[in-house]
């Protein structure tokens, strides 16, 4: 059983910057979602265990993510925060399969909850 360990999540005003760290011991497949309010939860960013990142389009350019396997992090940078970024933002760890798709992913953390204000 993998346990992942979340961090990094608050208050913060828009253009503001956070970063989340999941801890997860393993040689996994790592991806970030999200869910607002209302919402279904939706792909982040995502790296592979050989370092491979993807995201998704309205992060691009904002949104960092990357790994430090000797310490079994993940993080996810998120600069240039906007109100629509608002949402509990969950880390995954999956081995195979599509790597947006959350089904891929066996484990899930708690979540941690990003708040934008305009």
């Known amino acids: 059983q993998v346990q992942l360990v979340e961090s990094g999540g608050g208050l913060v005003q828009a253009g503001g910057s956070l970063r989340l760290s999941c801890a997860a011991s393993?040689?996994?497949?790592m991806g970030w979602f999200r869910q607002a309010p209302g919402k279904e939860r939706e792909f982040v960013a995502a790296?592979?265990?050989?370092?491979?990142?993807t995201y998704r389009d309205s992060v691009k350019g904002r949104f960092t993510i990357y790994r430090v396997n000797a310490k079994n992090t993940v993080y996810l940078k998120m600069n240039s925060l906007q109100p629509e970024d608002t949402a509990v933002y969950y880390c995954?760890?999956?081995?195979?399969?599509?790597?947006?798709?959350?089904?891929?992913?066996?484990?899930w953390g708690q979540g941690t909850q990003v708040t934008v204000s305009s």
């Open positions: 790296i592979t265990y050989l370092g491979r990142v």
């Open positions: 995954a760890a999956g081995t195979v399969g599509e790597i947006k798709s959350a089904t891929m992913y066996s484990y």
């Open positions: 393993g040689r996994y497949n």
